[in-house]
Every structure is written in structure tokens, then in C-alpha cells.
């Protein structure tokens, strides 16, 4: 099932100001060794963005980052995924369209939200290969997580693990290499684990709950995330020693080291951003992809698995290959 395209640039950024275990500890877990939260959570730092900018903003300052890079004008899109999920600036119209005024662009291209949780910038990329594959292109897949608007002192547990970020990918067509699988899925019995309301059908000020323990979180996360990687694995031939990299979402330090265990890969394979950045929703596995393709180490050839599980519950993988 390969798809033929390459990632012509990257960008990723942590807005506002960062903020230490030791001070969320003290907000929302006063009678706790902020030392010892911070070992068991594997999280020193998060960056909360604040009341603003807008989603939107935050958006198209990345994007045009990732645009520079590529050495491509706004107007060359040919279609903006952006990715939130908490739903960006507001319910009608997608946030999307106001990204694109923000940058200038009209009648060039189309533009639309997506929410798959702490998968949705997974499924934004599989998306945009699946448009640049049939012959529309570039694409940008822009993921903001202003998660720090959604959480408050009194419901602790995601207090102290959530943070914001925004990251963008720019797609483009390719003759070698590309995604070599993906693969998606849902339980959604177990849409429950993690929960944000509508404050349209509460008529209350919504707030992200843990509602399920942190022992299920964790089962229930380990099983999305293996099914996945198994079965991009099994699509491609391939086995895990096949895979140069692997950019796992990273809810948290303690289950960053149980992922890299349950895939059996050797941890410097793997793009580690969580103690830096905390739990930022769709954009862990975008910002560590950036993280990534930063480095220089990433070499034509090199396959690189994506992968990552969110509340729903939704999970998936891609895999991709490097083009020369």
C-alpha cells in the first residue's frame, strides 16, 4: 500500500512560559514531594500558552516556520489539515479557516479540523499522504494543543501531566519511499479513560478528567499501541529490528518506558520529548517527529514507525520510509 511522498519540512513549538513539577505539585498536590512526582510522572517541565494567542495563531506562526523551511509561499498549499483535541478556537466554522486567514491564503486551497485525541495527528498524516498520493499537493498537517486551558488544580491528576505545543508537516510527492503501512483502529468501549465535555450539553465550564485508573490507562494504552505496531509491522513485511526510529506518543515518563519495552526496540531508537514538554495530546508525536528530523541522523532509507494511542479509545501507526 505505499504511498509515495516525502516530508519536505517540519517545524514544532512550545508556547507561553514553562512551568516546573515543583510548581504544579505545589497548586494541585500540596501534601506531595514534588521530587517524587516528578520521578514517578517523568516530567520536569510543561509549557502553558495562557488565555492566548488563539489556537489559530499559534497555527499559522508554525506553519509558516515549517513553509519556510520548505522554501514554499502559503499560497502553494493545496490543503490545511489542522489537528486539536480540544476542538481549536470554536465549533463553526473549523478552526482551519481561520489559520488560513491568518496567513493570507484564499481560493487556494481547501481547509478542515480533525479530533482523533491524542491520535490526531496520526490520522492528520495519514490523510495528507493518502491527498498527496492521489495527485493534490503539498499538504500541511498543523496540530495546537492548548491542553492548559482545559485543566484546573482540583482535578490533579491531569493538572500536573498536561502541557501545550504546536507542530506542523508539510507533505509533498515523492517517486521512492513514503508511507510503507498505517494502520488505525478504535475500542470504543473504552471511549471513557479520558473525558472533556461539551460545555454546550453540561452548561458548565469543562475541565479533562482521568476517569479511568492510571493501571487501566496504561493496559488498555500498551494494547492500542502494540495491535497497531503489529500490524503496520505484518502489512510491511517487516520486522521491529527493521525500523531505524520509533516516535511514540508520550503521555507521560513512566509509560514512555513501558512503550519502549512493549515494542522491544533499544531506547536510543527512540525520540524521548516528555520530560521537556509533558503530556501534549496529538502534538507528542509531531513535536517528536520535528525533534527528530532535526537531529541530521536521519538518513535516506531509514524507516521511521510513528505511533500512538488517545482517548476513545483510538490508536494507530504509520511507518515510514525515508526517500533518497
Given at each position: 500500500?505505499?504511498?509515495?511522498?516525502?516530508?519536505?519540512?517540519?517545524?514544532?513549538?512550545?508556547?507561553?512560559?514553562?512551568?516546573?513539577?515543583?510548581?504544579?505539585?505545589?497548586?494541585?498536590?500540596?501534601?506531595?514531594?514534588?521530587?517524587?512526582?516528578?520521578?514517578?510522572?517523568?516530567?520536569?517541565?510543561?509549557?502553558?500558552?495562557?488565555?492566548?494567542?488563539?489556537?489559530?495563531?499559534?497555527?499559522?506562526?508554525?506553519?509558516?516556520?515549517?513553509?519556510?523551511?520548505?522554501?514554499?509561499?502559503?499560497?502553494?498549499?493545496?490543503?490545511?489539515?489542522?489537528?486539536?483535541?480540544?476542538?481549536?478556537?470554536?465549533?463553526?466554522?473549523?478552526?482551519?479557516?481561520?489559520?488560513?486567514?491568518?496567513?493570507?491564503?484564499?481560493?487556494?486551497?481547501?481547509?478542515?479540523?480533525?479530533?482523533?485525541?491524542?491520535?490526531?495527528?496520526?490520522?492528520?498524516?495519514?490523510?495528507?499522504?493518502?491527498t498527496v498520493a492521489t495527485g493534490l499537493g503539498p499538504v500541511a498537517v498543523v496540530v495546537v494543543e492548548t491542553l492548559s486551558r482545559h485543566i484546573a488544580k482540583e482535578e490533579a491528576r491531569s493538572y500536573?501531566?498536561?502541557?501545550?505545543?504546536?507542530?506542523?508537516?508539510?507533505?509533498?510527492?515523492?517517486?521512492?519511499?513514503?508511507?510503507?503501512?498505517?494502520?488505525?483502529?478504535?475500542?470504543?468501549?473504552?471511549?471513557?479513560?479520558?473525558?472533556?465535555?461539551?460545555?454546550?450539553?453540561?452548561?458548565?465550564?469543562?475541565?479533562?478528567?482521568?476517569?479511568?485508573?492510571?493501571?487501566?490507562?496504561?493496559?488498555?494504552?500498551?494494547?492500542?499501541?502494540?495491535?497497531?505496531?503489529?500490524?503496520?509491522?505484518?502489512?510491511?513485511?517487516?520486522?521491529?529490528?527493521?525500523?531505524?526510529?520509533?516516535?511514540?506518543?508520550?503521555?507521560?515518563?513512566?509509560m514512555l518506558t513501558k512503550i519502549v519495552a512493549e515494542l522491544g526496540v533499544a531506547p536510543d531508537r527512540v525520540v524521548p520529548v516528555v520530560r521537556e514538554i509533558g503530556s501534549v495530546g496529538a502534538a507528542?508525536?509531531?513535536?517528536?517527529?520535528?525533534?527528530?528530523?532535526?537531529?541530521?541522523?536521519?538518513?535516506?532509507?531509514?524507516?521511521?514507525?510513528?505511533?500512538?494511542?488517545?482517548?476513545?479509545?483510538?490508536?494507530?501507526?504509520?511507518?515510514?520510509?525515508?526517500?533518497?
Amino acid at each position: 500500500m505505499r504511498l509515495p511522498i516525502r516530508v519536505l519540512a517540519t517545524a514544532s513549538t512550545l508556547p507561553g512560559t514553562a512551568v516546573s513539577t515543583a510548581e504544579v505539585a505545589r497548586a494541585a498536590m500540596p501534601d506531595r514531594d514534588p521530587q517524587e512526582l516528578e520521578r514517578r510522572i517523568g516530567i520536569a517541565t510543561r509549557y502553558f500558552a495562557g488565555p492566548t494567542p488563539p489556537a489559530a495563531t499559534l497555527g499559522a506562526q508554525v506553519l509558516a516556520e515549517a513553509l519556510s523551511r520548505a522554501g514554499l509561499a502559503p499560497s502553494a498549499l493545496r490543503r490545511i489539515i489542522f489537528v486539536s483535541s480540544t476542538g481549536g478556537d470554536f465549533l463553526i466554522p473549523a478552526t482551519a479557516n481561520a489559520l488560513c486567514r491568518e496567513l493570507g491564503v484564499e481560493h487556494t486551497c481547501d481547509a478542515f479540523d480533525v479530533n482523533n485525541a491524542c491520535v490526531g495527528f496520526l490520522t492528520g498524516f495519514d490523510l495528507a499522504a493518502r491527498t498527496v498520493a492521489t495527485g493534490l499537493g503539498p499538504v500541511a498537517v498543523v496540530v495546537v494543543e492548548t491542553l492548559s486551558r482545559h485543566i484546573a488544580k482540583e482535578e490533579a491528576r491531569s493538572y500536573v501531566v498536561l502541557g501545550d505545543a504546536a507542530a506542523a508537516v508539510i507533505l509533498g510527492a515523492s517517486e521512492a519511499g513514503g508511507v510503507l503501512a498505517a494502520a488505525f483502529g478504535n475500542v470504543g468501549s473504552l471511549l471513557g479513560s479520558v473525558y472533556l465535555g461539551h460545555p454546550g450539553l453540561t452548561g458548565k465550564t469543562e475541565i479533562i478528567e482521568f476517569a479511568a485508573s492510571n493501571d487501566e490507562i496504561g493496559r488498555i494504552a500498551l494494547l492500542g499501541l502494540r495491535r497497531s505496531t503489529d500490524a503496520v509491522l505484518s502489512q510491511a513485511g517487516l520486522g521491529i529490528d527493521a525500523v531505524d526510529w520509533v516516535v511514540p506518543h508520550q503521555p507521560n515518563g513512566t509509560m514512555l518506558t513501558k512503550i519502549v519495552a512493549e515494542l522491544g526496540v533499544a531506547p536510543d531508537r527512540v525520540v524521548p520529548v516528555v520530560r521537556e514538554i509533558g503530556s501534549v495530546g496529538a502534538a507528542s508525536v509531531a513535536v517528536g517527529l520535528d525533534r527528530l528530523l532535526g537531529t541530521g541522523r536521519v538518513k535516506p532509507g531509514h524507516r521511521i514507525l510513528l505511533v500512538g494511542v488517545g482517548a476513545g479509545l483510538a490508536y494507530g501507526a504509520l511507518l515510514l520510509e525515508v526517500p533518497a
